[in-house]
Structures are given as structure tokens and as C-alpha cells.
């Protein structure tokens, strides 16, 4: 990608010169913006299952509200269609930069008000409605973050460096699940079971507004990407991105959407749903559940920037290709690993989130290759979460479902069938889809 922007002018090129985003200032703020948005997201993941079940769903058996408090989980994938279409045009028509404020902000909001909810003691059936539409909330802040942010660093990157640009964003995911798992462990060292419940599970929710501050701040102080300024120059902008999109690239938005399917069956079975199996089933104690979380966060991030430096030199499809196949090599030892006791769990998060950090490094700049600027902010978010409503959404529930009603080994055969589709449609993806 040029280093400069195409001008009639000497001025205005100078100009446009002057505003380009440092590779720090791009990488950091595509960074603190996702580290943000997940972070947000996962509290809510490691609360579904530690406090929502007894706070939301009193009524119900232990089973049935864990799934209940799942359901209200999932629901976030569903809004994240919606928030991609919206932000997406307005990322493709306005630009990057005023999109992820707006993204940003609507996924903070909703987060805070979780924290302030009552519960089902206090208001009925009203408390579980209102989780649900603040869930929503969350989600559809997050469908217009992620595309954004994979732009702003891939839109930034010099020649040859996209898929090491398109690295830093994904990054987000495992620093922001490390530090929601780090809250709640750290809850629990200061507080009694009885007293998180009463309301220190509150504190993570409504101390997000500290982080969403700090990430408008670094987001404000970014230009827009050189690759958006020349699609404004040239004219190249449509007036509705996503008709265009379902017109024009549909192949690769179902091809897409199926690359992502392993990374996110992987990576749910591997957290949200490790942490209740742990808790719930293995009668794991809340703190020693967060440990193994935060091991694997750890993992998920050391391996991400190992991804990025892999796919430049042998080729990020190449890389992509050799990870699907061992996600589904290690779906075979799934079941032994996660019945074989605690050491043994340990082994199942290392060798997970190892395979979590090789794909999902690459997948950000994967999605967002195929589509043309004009409606890439689109695309790639819609892509990225159609893959969340076939891969995570019902995740959790599906494998917690699974091993109740058929045991372990199906829950492995269930992230054996994501990585055969995974692999399928890579191989039909040519080299400049994937």
C-alpha cells in the first residue's frame, strides 16, 4: 500500500503527509479499542456462568439455568449481523475513525447498565428481559468494532505486512480475557463467594467505564486510513455497502464465514464453556477455574504474534490450513483430555489455545482480504459475525448440551465437524481470498 495519498495538489498531498497515523498510534489503537470490546464481552462470559445462573434464573435447577444464562449469552452473536450492517455503512460511507467511536461507546454503555441492573429478587422476570437487552447491546457494539479495527491496522499496513498489522487487533481477544478472567479472580481473593453474589460481580461491569475513556481517547486522536481517504478521492464509495456486498460478493461471504467456523467452536468450547464443565460438572473451585482461564489467555496471546510472523513468511493461507488440521487432530483427543482430571485440563487449555492463537491471529486479515475498500468495512464484519452465529453463539450450550445428554466424546466430534468445513472452504478459497 502507497505511503502517500493520491493529489492534484502539492499542498494537499503534504498535507495528507502530515496526518498519516504512526505505525505505534495505529497498531496501539486498533489494539486498546478490541482489548476494550472483549474485555466487555467476556466479563459477561465468565458472570454467565459464576452469577448470572443464581441471579437471573433462581428458579430453575442448576442445569436448566446455566443454559438459560447461556441463551442470554448467545443472544449477543445474533445482534452482532445487525451491528456489523449498521456500522458497516457507515464505516464504508463515513469512515473508520467516527465508526469505531460509535461502536465503542455502544458497546460500553451496555455494559455499565448490566452492572446496574437488579436482580430476579428485586424485579421479576423483568431483570433476566433487561440482561438480555443489554446483552444485545454488547453484541451489537461488537459486530461494528472488530471489522473496524482489523481495517485500521490492515488499511495502515506497509507492503508485506498486513497479516502482521492484521495480527495486532486480534490481540484484543486474549489480553481482554485475561483481564476479565484477572478481575473475578481477583474478587474472589478479596471478597467471599456470598459477597461477589450480593455485588461485587458488579464492580468488573461498571469499571469498564474507565477503559471505555481511555480507548475514545486514543480512538479520537487517529486520522482516517489512507486506503479510505483514496476511495473518497476516487469516488469509489456506494451509497448502500451491504446491497453490493450480498450482490456482488456472496461467495465470499459464505466461504468466509465458514473459514472462521473452527476458530470460534475452538475457542468457546476452550473458555466459556471449559469454565462451567470445570465449576459446574468437575466441582472445580471459582478461583482455581479462573487460574486455568488465565493460563489459557496467556497461551491465546503468545501465540497470536507467532501466527503473524508465520503467515509472513510462509503464507497466512498456508499457515491456516496446517492449524484446521490439527484443530481437528486434537478433537480426537478432546474427550480424554477433558475427562482425564485437573492435570489433564491443563493440558487440554495449553494445547487449545495454542491452536486458538494460530488461527484467530490470522483470521482478522483472512476476512477482510477478499472485499474491495468500498465496502471491506461491511464484508468483513459481516463475515466475521456470520462466523459467530454458526461457530460461537450456541456454542457453550451446544457442548454443555452434548455432554449431558451423550458424554464427552461428542463434544469432540462437534469441534471435529467445525475444522472438516473449516478446512473445505479454505481449500476453496483462492490464495487472494484467504
Same mark, same amino acid.
Given at each position: 500500500?502507497?505511503? +502517500?495519498?493520491?493529489? &492534484?495538489?502539492?499542498?494537499? +498531498?503534504?498535507?495528507?503527509?502530515?496526518?498519516?497515523?504512526?505505525? @505505534?498510534?495505529?497498531?496501539?489503537?486498533?489494539?486498546?479499542?478490541? $482489548?476494550?470490546?472483549?474485555?466487555?464481552?467476556?466479563? *459477561?462470559?465468565?458472570?454467565?456462568?459464576?452469577?448470572?445462573?443464581?441471579?437471573?434464573?433462581?428458579?430453575?435447577?442448576?442445569?436448566?439455568?446455566?443454559?438459560?444464562?447461556?441463551?442470554?449469552?448467545?443472544?449477543?452473536?445474533?445482534?452482532?449481523?445487525?451491528?456489523?450492517?449498521?456500522?458497516?455503512?457507515?464505516?464504508?460511507?463515513?469512515?473508520?475513525? +467516527?465508526?469505531?467511536?460509535?461502536?465503542?461507546?455502544?458497546?460500553?454503555?451496555? $455494559?455499565? =447498565?448490566?452492572?446496574?441492573?437488579?436482580?430476579?429478587?428485586?424485579?421479576?422476570?423483568?431483570?433476566?428481559?433487561?440482561?438480555?437487552?443489554?446483552?444485545?447491546?454488547?453484541?451489537?457494539? /461488537?459486530?461494528?468494532?472488530?471489522?473496524?479495527?482489523? /481495517?485500521?491496522? $490492515?488499511?495502515?499496513?506497509?507492503?508485506?505486512?498486513?497479516?502482521? *498489522?492484521?495480527?495486532?487487533?486480534?490481540?484484543?481477544?486474549?489480553?481482554?480475557?485475561?483481564?476479565? #478472567?484477572?478481575?473475578?479472580?481477583?474478587?474472589?481473593?478479596?471478597?467471599?463467594?456470598?459477597?461477589?453474589?450480593?455485588?461485587?460481580?458488579?464492580?468488573?461491569?461498571?469499571?469498564? =467505564?474507565?477503559?471505555?475513556?481511555? !480507548?475514545?481517547?486514543?480512538?479520537?486522536?487517529?486520522?482516517?486510513?489512507?486506503?479510505?481517504?483514496?476511495?473518497?478521492?476516487?469516488?469509489?464509495?456506494?451509497?448502500?455497502?451491504?446491497?453490493?456486498?450480498?450482490?456482488?460478493?456472496?461467495?465470499?461471504?459464505? /466461504?468466509?464465514?465458514?473459514?472462521?467456523?473452527? +476458530?470460534?467452536?475452538?475457542?468457546?468450547?476452550?473458555?466459556?464453556?471449559?469454565?462451567?464443565?470445570?465449576?459446574?460438572?468437575?466441582?472445580?473451585?471459582?478461583?482455581?477455574?479462573?487460574?486455568?482461564?488465565?493460563? !489459557?489467555?496467556?497461551?491465546? &496471546?503468545?501465540?497470536?504474534?507467532?501466527?503473524?510472523?508465520? @503467515?509472513?513468511?510462509?503464507?497466512?493461507?498456508?499457515?491456516?490450513?496446517?492449524?484446521?488440521?490439527?484443530?481437528?487432530?486434537?478433537?480426537?483427543?478432546?474427550? &480424554?483430555?477433558?475427562?482425564?482430571?485437573?492435570? #489433564?485440563?491443563?493440558?487440554?487449555?495449553?494445547?487449545?489455545?495454542?491452536?486458538?492463537?494460530?488461527?484467530?491471529?490470522?483470521?482478522?486479515?483472512?476476512? @477482510?482480504?477478499?472485499?474491495?475498500?468500498?465496502?471491506? *468495512?461491511?464484508? #468483513?464484519?459481516?463475515?466475521?459475525?456470520?462466523? &459467530?452465529?454458526?461457530?460461537? #453463539?450456541?456454542?457453550?450450550?451446544?457442548?454443555?448440551?452434548?455432554?449431558?445428554?451423550?458424554?464427552?466424546?461428542?463434544?469432540?466430534?462437534?469441534?471435529?465437524?467445525?475444522?472438516?468445513?473449516? /478446512?473445505?472452504?479454505?481449500?476453496?478459497?483462492?490464495?487472494?481470498?484467504?
Amino acid at each position: 500500500m502507497s505511503e +502517500t495519498l493520491a493529489s &492534484g495538489s502539492p499542498t494537499a +498531498t503534504h498535507s495528507n503527509r502530515a496526518g498519516l497515523n504512526s505505525p @505505534a498510534r495505529v497498531l496501539f489503537a486498533s489494539l486498546v479499542g478490541t $482489548t476494550i470490546e472483549f474485555f466487555d464481552f467476556y466479563v *459477561y462470559a465468565t458472570a454467565a456462568v459464576l452469577v448470572f445462573p443464581t441471579l437471573f434464573f433462581p428458579n430453575s435447577d442448576p442445569t436448566t439455568a446455566l443454559l438459560a444464562s447461556f441463551a442470554t449469552f448467545s443472544i449477543a452473536f445474533f445482534a452482532r449481523p445487525l451491528g456489523a450492517i449498521v456500522f458497516g455503512h457507515y464505516g464504508d460511507r463515513i469512515g473508520r475513525k +467516527t465508526t469505531l467511536v460509535a461502536a465503542l461507546l455502544t458497546m460500553g454503555v451496555s $455494559t455499565v =447498565i448490566i452492572g446496574l441492573l437488579p436482580s430476579y429478587e428485586t424485579i421479576g422476570v423483568l431483570a433476566p428481559l433487561l440482561l438480555a437487552l443489554c446483552r444485545f447491546g454488547q453484541g451489537f457494539g /461488537l459486530g461494528g468494532e472488530w471489522g473496524g479495527a482489523v /481495517l485500521l491496522a $490492515t488499511e495502515n499496513a506497509p507492503p508485506g505486512k498486513r497479516s502482521w *498489522y492484521g495480527m495486532f487487533p486480534q490481540l484484543g481477544a486474549p489480553v481482554g480475557l485475561f483481564l476479565s #478472567s484477572g478481575i473475578f479472580w481477583l474478587l474472589l481473593h478479596v471478597m467471599s463467594q456470598e459477597t461477589l453474589l450480593a455485588w461485587g460481580w458488579r464492580i468488573p461491569f461498571v469499571a469498564s =467505564i474507565v477503559l471505555i475513556a481511555v !480507548g475514545l481517547w486514543v480512538r479520537l486522536s487517529i486520522t482516517e486510513t489512507p486506503a479510505f481517504q483514496k476511495a473518497i478521492e476516487k469516488q469509489e464509495r456506494v451509497d448502500v455497502p451491504v446491497v453490493e456486498l450480498f450482490r456482488n460478493h456472496k461467495r465470499s461471504l459464505v /466461504l468466509g464465514t465458514f473459514v472462521a467456523l473452527a +476458530t470460534f467452536v475452538l475457542f468457546y468450547i476452550g473458555s466459556a464453556y471449559l469454565l462451567s464443565y470445570n465449576v459446574k460438572v468437575l466441582g472445580i473451585p471459582f478461583v482455581e477455574a479462573l487460574e486455568v482461564q488465565l493460563l !489459557g489467555s496467556v497461551l491465546f &496471546g503468545i501465540f497470536i504474534p507467532i501466527a503473524g510472523k508465520l @503467515a509472513e513468511r510462509f503464507g497466512r493461507r498456508e499457515v491456516l490450513i496446517l492449524t484446521t488440521v490439527l484443530i481437528g487432530v486434537f478433537s480426537f483427543f478432546l474427550p &480424554g483430555l477433558m475427562t482425564g482430571g485437573e492435570t #489433564s485440563i491443563f493440558i487440554f487449555v495449553i494445547f487449545a489455545m495454542a491452536l486458538m492463537g494460530m488461527t484467530y491471529g490470522l483470521i482478522g486479515t483472512a476476512l @477482510a482480504a477478499p472485499f474491495p475498500t468500498r465496502v471491506r *468495512y461491511t464484508g #468483513s464484519s459481516i463475515t466475521f459475525n456470520f462466523a &459467530g452465529i454458526f461457530g460461537a #453463539s450456541l456454542a457453550p450450550y451446544i457442548a454443555t448440551w452434548l455432554q449431558a445428554n451423550y458424554g464427552m466424546t461428542y463434544v469432540g466430534y462437534y469441534l471435529g465437524i467445525a475444522a472438516v468445513i473449516t /478446512l473445505v472452504c479454505i481449500l476453496l478459497s483462492g490464495k487472494e481470498e484467504v
